[in-house]
């Protein structure tokens, strides 16, 4: 699903360079849970903002669903970022004026869905984050966890498929931070592929594998049990048409959901 071939990304300050990416070579499939270990300043944020297409690689090339990024129309982008990705953050990213309810509608606004559809999915987010009855509170009403609960439920409300969180129990003590691997946990056993950025050795061993980052440099290990996996990924069916695997099928109807 994830598939990085040795991207870099280069920042210039002043004579400076930093290579925030420096050749990262990662393998995530569709349904796995992941976590990204690593300290500060070892590029976390900007891995996480590559894979969810909110910035691009200088070098070096990213598969998403089979297909490199540089394919991808920016309105496909768009749509990708909108519908398949549910970001979540560390310092959680809600509007502050707003109850947990209309800040868990209103990216749905954005997508034009209909309003019975919309007070459906709002209901069913907050449900699953146990937060329904907290609806009507604004941010500042509730504790840092409740908070996190409230962009979770608003990540949840547009049915992605891939979670991104970056620092989610970042602020927030371990039991409150436990409360929400839970979650985490039971939106992977829905089958949905998860993505969690953690500098807590106790956060990343919770996923079912750890990759681990430094200065830059990435160190996936699954990489080493199969042969460049990014080789069969990157074929497109037309490339390769002796080669149709099972999962050909759903990369390509995904593929023709992107576009549409
Ligand atoms: N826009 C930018 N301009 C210049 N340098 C940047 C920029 N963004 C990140 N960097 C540098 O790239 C490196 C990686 O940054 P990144 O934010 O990805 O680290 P991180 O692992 O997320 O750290 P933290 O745990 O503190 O959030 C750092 O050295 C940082 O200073
Ligand atoms: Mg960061």
């Known amino acids: ?38 300290p500060s300043g070892s590029g976390k944020s900007t891995l996480m903002n590559i894979v969810g297409c909110l910035d691009t690689a200088d070098e070096g090339e990213y598969f998403l669903d089979g297909l490199s990024i540089k394919k991808y129309s920016e309105k496909s982008l768009a749509m990708i970022r909108n519908k398949k990705i549910g970001f979540i953050f560390q310092n959680f990213n809600l509007i502050m004026t707003m109850t947990a309810e209309e800040n868990v509608e209103l990216p749905l606004i954005y997508q034009g869905i209909s309003m019975n559809e919309r007070k459906a999915r709002v209901k069913e987010a907050l449900e699953m984050v146990d937060l329904y ?16 609960r409230v962009a979770i439920a608003r990540a949840m409300a547009s049915k992605p498929s891939l979670f991104l969180a970056d620092e989610p129990t970042g602020n927030l003590d371990q039991a409150t931070g436990k409360q929400i691997m839970d979650i985490f946990r039971s939106l992977h056993e829905q089958g949905n592929t998860i993505v969690l950025i953690t500098h807590d050795e106790n956060v990343a061993k919770q996923a079912d594998r750890s990759i681990k980052i430094m200065d830059g440099k990435v160190y996936d290990e699954s990489l080493k049990e199969e042969k460049a996996p990014e080789e069969s990924e990157a074929a497109t069916p037309s490339e390769k048409p002796e080669e149709k695997k099972p999962e050909e099928e759903t990369r390509q109807s995904r593929k023709e959901g992107a576009e549409a």
């Open 1 to 38: 699903m994830i598939v990085f071939n040795e991207v870099s990304k280069i920042y210039h300050m002043g004579d400076e360079v930093v290579k925030a990416l420096d050749k990262a070579s990662i393998h995530i499939r569709q349904g796995e849970f992941v976590s990204i270990i690593g």
């Open 133 to 148: 009855s907290r609806r009507k509170h604004t941010p500042n009403q509730m504790s840092g966890g409740q908070q996190q």
